[in-house]
């Protein structure tokens, strides 16, 4: 029930940025994709993370939860996702590579949110035994 209301929450109150994730998929169709906690994953070539509605693509599985945060900011903001998180977390990514800033990168907003936001996701990984959410396509749980 939890995986339909998220999906469901995602598809319509965060349209955009889901549409977006899913034109964003099927670029990356041929790369591996799985099931993190409600999220669709996908474990992506480029450096980093995105995380754009229903879906967030990782280029290490251990960045799942910060990437899940963003999802859950997706939820409570829906269309509004866009321009107040997503555009400042691309500008800050962009400007944190660019000018090799020495602080954190969850330090700021909107990381820092994504990352309270996700945390608790990881400490239920601990206690499962690791990734234990971290599923292959097509397998329950």
């Known amino acids: 029930m939890r995986r339909f209301l998220y999906t469901l929450l995602q598809c319509t109150w965060g349209f955009p940025q889901t549409l977006a994730g899913a034109v964003l998929w099927l670029v990356f169709a041929g790369s591996r994709h799985f099931r993190y906690r409600e999220a669709v994953a996908t474990q992506w070539p480029l450096r980093g993370g995105i995380s754009l509605g229903l879906f967030i ?75 234990g959410r971290v599923r292959a396509p097509g397998r329950r749980g």
């Open 57 to 131: 693509f990782v280029s290490d599985t251990t960045l799942c939860y910060h990437e899940y945060g963003h999802t859950l900011q997706s939820l409570i903001l829906g269309p509004l996702y866009l321009p107040f998180v997503g555009l400042p977390s691309l500008l800050w990514a962009g400007c944190y590579r660019l000018f090799r800033i020495r602080r954190a990168y969850v330090s700021v907003y909107p990381e820092n949110w994504a990352e309270h936001l996700g945390r608790p996701s990881l400490r239920l990984d601990r206690v499962s035994g690791g990734a």
